[in-house]
């Protein structure tokens, strides 16, 4: 086998086993203890971060950050991928912040000259746009560690202008609008829930607290599947229906929570209908009044009436500005 073929396999190898002797791999690649010795003395020049232990029970290991083999791109394949993750830079806070513009700087000056050109043009071409937020997400790599950990975590959280501490397992994050939210199941509810990760004040692993939950078939794209509403909220469903325009079916795609609910007709209208919980009812009024003529509530008569309500305290403060000017 040629040197540099075995030197990437060795790459390959020493990256997947973690631990290992160099008795093993001699064994494994058929040559002498010397060789691998050479062999794996070149691999951490090439910065492949080896760590050994003398002693009987001693050998090689990798530590915690190790260095992926090397992966051939087309120059498609390349510049589809620049520009995936040139997307995130409009997001202030990310789980990997630091690791995504350190990639990013290396597979831009690594790449030919003509390439770099290519894509220096196309900077200037293309963009994906976010909404700029002033919220601050502080903690979403622990969200993330602790949601592809199965652990619990407690946390300081505000909800319609109280903060309380809860103990929640998280499903997942997702970003939506420049704002990131956190599915996770909460342990005061006794159900899932979507936390706004800016309403997060403090998050940790706590002792005691409550055992964590097997969720480790729940995630973003079934967790609708497995969500129970809470027993206040359960014994109070509503029917909820409401008419959309071409605008108000376009307002609604952009709307996460409404993937259950959102259904569009071939010429572009459609209707939202479907069961939703009863306290939510100004939540959707308030986005009902922001589709304006878009938007025409069926159903329930209370949805209706929270609509006129809010319609009428607006009015009112304008009302008051005219009385006074």
Not at 60 to 75: C, G, H, M, N, S
Not at 78 to 102: G, M, N
Not at 259 to 271: C, V
């Amino acid at each position: 086998m040629p040197k540099s073929k075995r030197l990437l396999e060795l790459m390959m190898t020493v990256n997947r086993k973690r631990r290992f002797t160099v008795r093993e791999l001699a064994e494994e690649f058929q040559v002498s203890a010397r060789t691998i010795l050479r062999d794996l003395q070149e691999l951490g020049e090439l910065g492949v971060p080896l760590y050994s232990e003398v002693g009987p029970h001693g050998g090689y290991q990798v530590l915690k950050e190790r260095i992926l083999p090397p992966i051939a791109f087309t120059e498609g394949e390349a510049v589809a991928i620049f520009f995936a993750s040139h997307a995130l830079r409009h997001y202030k806070y990310l789980p990997f912040k630091e690791e995504s513009l350190s990639a990013l700087h290396k597979f831009y000056n690594y790449m030919p000259g003509d390439v770099r050109d290519r894509i220096d043009e196309m900077k200037n071409r293309i963009d994906f746009l976010t909404p700029e937020r002033q919220a601050e997400f502080p903690y979403l790599s622990l969200l993330l560690e602790a949601s592809t950990g199965q652990k619990v975590l407690r946390i300081d959280y505000e909800s319609k202008g109280q903060r309380r501490e809860r103990w929640i397992q998280p499903v997942g994050i997702y970003a939506s609008n420049g704002l990131w939210y956190c599915p996770a199941y909460c342990f005061l509810r006794e159900g899932f829930r979507v936390f706004r990760c800016d309403r997060i004040y403090s998050a940790g692993y706590g002792e005691p607290g409550p055992e964590a939950l097997d969720l480790r078939q729940v995630h973003l794209g079934n967790m609708a599947a497995f969500s129970r509403p809470a027993q206040e909220e359960a014994a109070s469903p509503v029917r909820l229906e409401v008419e959309l325009g071409r605008g108000g079916v376009q307002a609604c795609e952009a709307e996460v929570w409404s993937r259950q609910l959102l259904h569009i007709r071939e010429d572009g209208t459609g209707w939202l209908e479907g069961e939703v919980p009863g306290s939510d009812l100004s939540f959707f009024a308030r986005f009902v009044i922001g589709l304006c003529n878009e938007a025409t509530v069926q159903e329930p008569p209370e949805l209706k009436a929270e609509v006129k309500r809010m319609l009428a305290g607006m009015l009112a403060k304008y009302d008051e500005q005219g009385s006074r000017s």
